[in-house]
């Protein structure tokens, strides 16, 4: 399994090179959109670059599909409006700080809203895994 | 003066038709190089590369990458091909485009689906494969082939027109969203150009042209190869992003 702090580093000098940050404003438990105001189009880049760099592919929805995954027959998301048993994986995913964002009612479209650097770390190390590396 | 295009990589669509293949000349002659996309037979391009023997230019310095421009796998396949051989795309000729002259009432359903594909759909697509790759070096300039009927005219092209027009907003668009990336996207609005498309409507209707346009004649192919190479060129056009130049003897000043 990739080691967390390696995939930490590669991810953080992608964070510095795609959305124009400090890495001394760079923390683990910082949301990418609300807490170190990465927009739309840096978000992109990030993930572009992320993949290029692990040679890996994530997709638009990747989170919530990893999160189904894991719940099997139970439902992620019923209308859009993830379920108690989706926001309890989610968590895993995101990190316990992160906790008070994830109310009821939070809808799929809003998951990028909770990425952090670790969720971030986490999508890469589970897609390393994925590939069985 | 030099627009500092040597060793660019860029690529051009529609290659093989008249004003396409100038571009690919006036790239060619500033130094880049230069990758027609192109649908086979690779023939279409002899008249390229017996243009670039006449000029000293090296056979290696045209990379042609047969591509269709409606299917989105061999797009992808094609961008694949250059970024795999020169590790990245300097700049982007969505030049491709064509139209039949026919009034609204009579387009089928099949020409207007053909003509979007072509004239809007393959510049969005393929712009988005390139763009991908721009957004490494955070640099890139892309050049949209559009048409003065954008915004005037096109009586008889109602099609076309109308892609050329979603073309012109898809421009600015991208260039609002791009900007901040180092990537300038821009088009050239050529009017009427003498080439085998425009044939049928010069001969019919160039008096009335000369009469709307101060220049008084039809714009030729070479005249539009410029306002191309100045767009992309960063030390030319670095600061100018979202803007399209018209080269048409100012007929859209409304004589």
């Known amino acids: 399994m990739a080691d967390f702090n390696e995939v930490y580093a590669e991810v953080k000098k992608s964070l510095v090179a795609s959305c124009s940050l400090n890495e001394e404003e760079i923390a683990l438990d910082k949301t990418l959109m609300e807490d170190l105001g990465v927009d739309s189009i840096d978000l992109l880049d990030l993930i572009f670059s992320v993949e290029k760099k692990f040679s890996i592919s994530i997709e638009v929805g990747t989170l919530a599909r990893l999160a189904a995954e894991k719940l099997q027959d139970v439902p992620f998301e019923i209308d859009n409006v993830i379920t108690d048993e989706g926001l309890q994986v989610l968590k895993d995913f995101i990190g316990d700080s992160q906790e008070q964002r994830l109310r009821k009612g939070l809808t799929v479209h809003e998951i990028p809203l909770l990425l952090t650097v670790r969720s971030l770390c986490n999508l890469v190390i589970n897609r390393l895994a994925a590939d069985g590396r | 003066m030099d627009l500092k295009l040597r060793n660019k990589v860029v690529i051009i669509t529609g290659s093989t038709g008249a004003i396409g293949l100038e571009i690919c000349k006036g790239f060619l002659h500033e ?3 230069v990758v027609p996309f192109y649908r086979p037979p690779l023939s279409k391009l002899d008249g390229l590369f017996a243009w670039g023997k006449e000029n000293d230019i090296e056979k290696s310095r045209i990379y042609p990458v047969c591509v269709e421009l409606d299917s989105t796998a061999s797009l992808q396949q094609g961008v694949d091909e250059v970024y795999s051989k020169f590790n990245g ?21 099949e020409e207007w689906d053909e003509l979007i594909r072509i004239n809007l759909t393959a510049v969005a697509r393929l712009s988005r494969l390139v763009i991908k790759i721009m957004m490494e070096r955070k640099k890139g300039s892309i050049i949209n082939i559009s048409s003065t009927v954008a915004q005037m005219f096109g009586r008889g092209v ?4 109308a892609a050329k027009a979603a073309v012109n907003r898809l421009t600015e668009v991208l260039a609002l969203e791009m900007g901040k990336k180092g990537i300038r996207v821009n088009t050239v609005c050529p009017g009427v150009i003498h080439t085998p498309m425009s044939g049928p409507l010069v001969d019919r209707l160039s008096k009335h ?5 101060p220049m008084q004649r039809i714009g030729e192919t070479a005249e539009v190869v410029p306002a191309v190479l100045f767009l992309a ?4 056009a670095s600061f100018i992003t979202g803007q399209h130049l018209f080269v048409n003897g100012g007929v859209n000043l409304g004589l």
């Open chain 2, 31 to 33: 130094g880049s190089m």
């Open chain 2, 89 to 109: 795309i300097d700049v982007l000729v969505n030049n491709a485009g064509w139209t039949v002259e026919k009034p609204f009432l009579a387009i089928t359903d």
């Open chain 2, 158 to 161: 109602s099609v076309y027109a």
């Open chain 2, 209 to 213: 042209i000369f009469e709307r346009t």
């Open chain 2, 233 to 236: 060129s960063e030390a030319m």
